[in-house]
């Protein structure tokens, strides 16, 4: 520690710089998406909605915050304000199948298997948000996810070029919950860096036409930038 009271206070003007800097992106996060943000029963009509996934049970069922997911996107597709359901996780190696999981839970929940389609390589975040932009042509869509998460990939999504409103789901207080809210203030920093200097996903692959397929038989074709 400083001796004097010129270096004392040359330290805490150097704490307190850093610490407003970490929380810029933060604030952008926030800022930039708090006018977005909805409920599944006051959500706006989109022609997709994207479900970004949130780990499996040890039995290759989804977990029950991604299961909580699932059930606000199946209540929009049901309810009319979405034709089509973009599920997006990790299916890096071939026991651990997020979107084959997303895809038979809506199914069960009576979501027509033909309105899904899955995107294998939703590594995280921003590879969801990029590659449904790039990959899956989608240019407006409702995302899904928890109330915690979804000012980040809001925030992500809007980035990567994408329409975006997001459908928060609520969770009960838990230390769970409190730790992951935490988290997303830590990984607004990331997310800054790749909407900044990451334009490009991960993984981009050919271009899939499934959501324009689907879109162009219900009439929404244009409000995907089909032509």
Not at 164 to 176: C, I
Not at 203 to 218: N, S
Request: hydrophobic fraction near 45%; charge should be negative.
């Amino acid at each position: 520690m400083p001796r004097t009271v010129r270096g004392k206070r040359t330290l805490v003007q150097v704490v307190m710089a850093v610490v407003v800097l970490a929380l810029l992106p933060a604030t952008w996060v926030h800022a930039s998406t708090h006018d977005r943000i909805r409920s599944v029963g006051d959500a706006p009509s989109a022609p997709v909605a994207v479900v970004f996934g949130a780990g499996l049970r040890a039995g290759g069922e989804p977990s029950a915050w991604l299961a909580h997911r699932l059930d606000a996107a199946a209540e929009l597709f049901h309810s009319g304000r979405v034709e089509a359901l973009l599920v997006t996780g990790d299916n890096s190696t071939e026991e651990y199948n997020e979107p084959d999981a997303m895809r038979e839970y809506l199914v069960g929940l009576g979501v027509p298997a033909e309105r899904i389609v899955a995107d294998y390589a939703g590594f995280n975040t921003w590879n969801s948000c990029a590659r449904a932009a790039e990959v899956f042509g989608v240019t407006r869509a409702l995302l899904v996810s928890q109330e915690f998460h979804i000012p980040r990939a809001l925030a992500l999504c809007r980035a990567a070029g994408i329409d975006a409103h997001g459908v928060g789901v609520p969770e009960h207080l838990s230390g769970l919950r409190v730790f992951s809210s935490l988290r997303e203030i830590a990984g607004a920093v990331p997310a800054a860096w790749d909407a900044a200097f990451t334009p490009e996903p991960q993984f981009d692959g050919p271009r899939e036409t499934r959501l324009q397929e689907i879109l162009a038989a219900v009439g929404e074709e244009d409000d995907m930038g089909g032509s």
